[in-house]
């Protein structure tokens, strides 16, 4: 049985690493080469108390980052994202498993390329894909997300929307 302690803080900040066998900080690095084509880094380490030899990888893991209107940055968060679909999709037949599927969906676009994301992108994000899932939902969210001003703006969108269907069954 391995004695796994807590790890005292401020261990944790240099390149070593517990070893998984006799769980010394004890280790070392004995050799180091990309990995993956080069998107990862693997570590052969070894520890010097017990011998132990082990692998080690290391990946980016990225954050989306989400640009507000007014220039502010926030994390991506999909909790938030997620929030705007289910009220726009509230009473409407639409899955959790579909709702789940949109939200990995808009967070993998999210983290795409720089991971630099406007909010005025996300937002055009989720109308297009409710847009394909529910159209009560999507003129639902659309009358938040563009800041519809009265019943005008709301007749124009519903009507573009039929445009675009052209005759597919509506829901
Ligand atoms: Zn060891």
Do not use: H, W
């Not at 944790?12 to 010394?24: E, K, V, Y």
């Not at 080469?33 to 570590?43: C, K, L, S, Y």
């Amino acid at each position: 049985m391995s004695p796994r302690g807590s790890i005292p803080l401020g261990s944790t900040l240099s390149d070593t690493m517990r070893c998984p066998l006799c769980a010394t900080e004890d280790t070392r690095v004995i050799d180091s080469r990309p990995a993956e084509g080069g998107g990862a880094i693997r570590r052969r380490r070894e520890c010097l108390v017990c011998g132990e030899r082990f692998t080690t990888f290391e990946r980016p893991v990225i954050l989306a980052t989400v640009v507000k209107r007014g220039g502010r940055k926030e994390a991506f968060d999909r909790e938030k994202i997620r929030r705007g679909l289910e009220s726009a999709l509230a009473d409407r037949p639409v899955s959790d498993g579909t709702v789940d599927d949109i939200v990995a969906r808009i967070e993998a676009s999210a983290r795409a390329g720089s991971a630099l994301v406007t909010s005025d992108e996300l937002g055009k994000a989720v109308l297009a894909e409710l847009r394909n899932v529910d159209e009560v939902a999507y003129l639902r969210f659309a009358s938040v997300y563009k800041e519809f001003q009265g019943a005008s703006d709301f007749e124009r969108e519903a009507a573009a929307l039929e445009r675009r269907d052209n005759g597919a069954p509506v829901l």
